[in-house]
């Protein structure tokens, strides 16, 4: 019996030992798991009054959702009705770029320099921005953080170029640059589609997600 005692101990402190052990960001990140709930499935967010605030923020200042979207294609746009099914999906894209933030809530750049660069609550990089949203024209790739640093600090500037890059772009376009950048302008399809996903729940119970403290998730590749 001693001897049973006694291994049984010495495997509960080194079951401990490995616990303690484990990579910190290894736990936090399983702990934040935990918090929002298996993938797809809609949770309160940790802090919903500020979530909800963001989001009211976001469609103050211009942002839209399928669910508001009069499905209407600018008149000077010579793309196909079908690439714009998804213009107002801004909500949307914010949520999943951020999560419950519905803020930059990363460094500019996100450790991407000059085009590659991502910015702003709708993390679009730096060619897209400086290529086709008139606030940002007649710059360079070297301006990405003195000059897009705009984008970055103020969702009122961020949300008019993303309006713009859908207005300019369509779908196609527009997710393709989104998320493979010049080199790889074919990733965008399967991010496409998460974004579709995302805005079905802000649609979802009469739409009440738009502006309220819930929030879904997918483990969405990075880009």
């Known amino acids: 019996m001693p001897f049973r005692l006694s291994l049984a101990v010495a495997v509960l402190a080194s079951l401990s030992l490995s616990v303690l052990a484990m990579p910190t960001n290894l736990v936090a990140n399983t702990a934040s798991l935990q918090r929002r709930g ?20 976001l469609l103050k200042a211009g942002a839209q959702s399928v669910g508001r979207c009069t499905f209407e294609k600018p008149p000077t746009s010579l793309l196909p009705m079908a690439e714009f099914h998804l213009a107002c999906a801004d909500i949307a894209i914010a949520m999943l770029e951020n999560g419950c933030a519905f803020t930059a809530d990363f460094s500019a750049g996100n450790n991407k320099v000059n085009d590659a660069a991502e910015l702003g609550v709708y993390r679009n990089n730096w ?3 400086r290529m086709y949203c008139d606030h940002f024209k007649n710059t360079t790739a070297a301006d990405w953080l003195k000059v897009g640093s705009q984008v970055h600090n103020d ?14 772009l ?3 376009k527009f997710f393709g640059l989104q998320r493979g950048g010049v080199g790889n302008p074919g990733a965008g399809s399967e991010y496409g589609e998460y974004v579709k996903k995302y805005d079905d729940f802000c649609q979802a119970d009469g739409g009440q997600h738009m502006s309220d403290g819930m929030a879904v998730y997918w483990n969405v590749a990075s880009m």
């Open 155 to 168: 969702v009122g500037i961020a949300t008019k170029c993303q309006r713009q890059l859908w207005d300019t």
């Open 38 to 57: 298996a993938e797809g499935e809609p949770f309160i967010c940790p802090d919903p009054s500020s979530t909800a605030a963001a989001k009211e923020a």
């Open 170 to 172: 369509g779908e196609t």
């Open 127 to 129: 060619h897209m921005l």
